[in-house]
């Protein structure tokens, strides 16, 4: 299929090797995600989508704040891994901590009380949206990224850190560097498995 968006989309892989041998400014890269998460569409126009974008000692801050949390709970002698994992994440330029605004969901809530139980869903859809145009966009600037989720973990060191305002819930959490080693092959499920087409 010879298709500018979907060869785009292509490009979105997961990469734990994160590295800082970028070319593109701080400002740059804010810019993108900007742009990338104000583009994306959520339900009745909410814009209940939110970011915090961490850069160089304050990425590295935030991983070592996961990193405590998950001392308390992952047994010392099989901490290693754990320790080299969120190291990874680390090892990064940045990391952008998605967040879905409640106070957002809640007025809408009350403004139409027969859709009351949708927004909560689809808010955490509308906050998939925004992550994957970023991670999309990151792709396509030749920039490495993964999806994590601490969540709830460092939630209330973080906010208390970056002064997070007490309606924004953390959803997500996306280290980005550079792409220090390449993709492995990706499998696919068969078609007949997944979709259904009718004509």
């Known amino acids: ?17 994160l590295g800082r041998n970028i070319t593109q400014a701080q400002e740059e890269i804010t810019a993108l995600i900007e742009e990338a998460i104000k583009l994306s569409p959520s339900a009745f126009n909410s814009q ?20 405590n949390e998950l001392r308390i709970i992952v047994p010392a002698d099989k901490f290693a891994p754990t320790e080299a994992k969120i190291n990874s994440f680390a090892a990064g330029v940045g990391t952008i901590l998605f967040y879905e605004d409640q106070q957002i969901i809640t007025s809408l ?10 927004f909560p869903v689809w808010s955490e859809q509308g906050s998939g949206i925004a992550q994957f145009a970023v991670w999309s966009a990151l ?37 980005f560097g550079s792409n220090e080693a390449p993709f492995p092959e990706k499998s696919f499920i068969d078609d007949t498995e997944r979709f259904k087409v009718f004509y």
Not at 1 to 17: D, G, P, S
Not at 109 to 118: F, R, S
Request: aromatic share 10%; charged share 20%; hydrophobic share 40%.
């Open 109 to 118: 809530q009350q403004q139409y009380p027969n859709y009351a139980e949708q």
């Open 48 to 67: 209940s989508s939110r970011a915090v974008i961490l850069f160089g000692q304050q990425s590295e801050k935030f991983w070592h704040i996961v990193m």
């Open 139 to 175: 792709a396509n600037a030749g920039i490495g990224a993964s999806l994590q989720h601490y969540n709830p973990l460092p939630d209330a060191a973080a906010a208390k850190e970056w002064q997070i305002q007490e309606s924004w819930k953390l959803r997500a959490m996306m280290p």
């Open 1 to 17: 299929m010879n298709n500018t968006l979907i060869e785009a989309i292509e490009k979105r892989r997961t990469q734990y090797a």
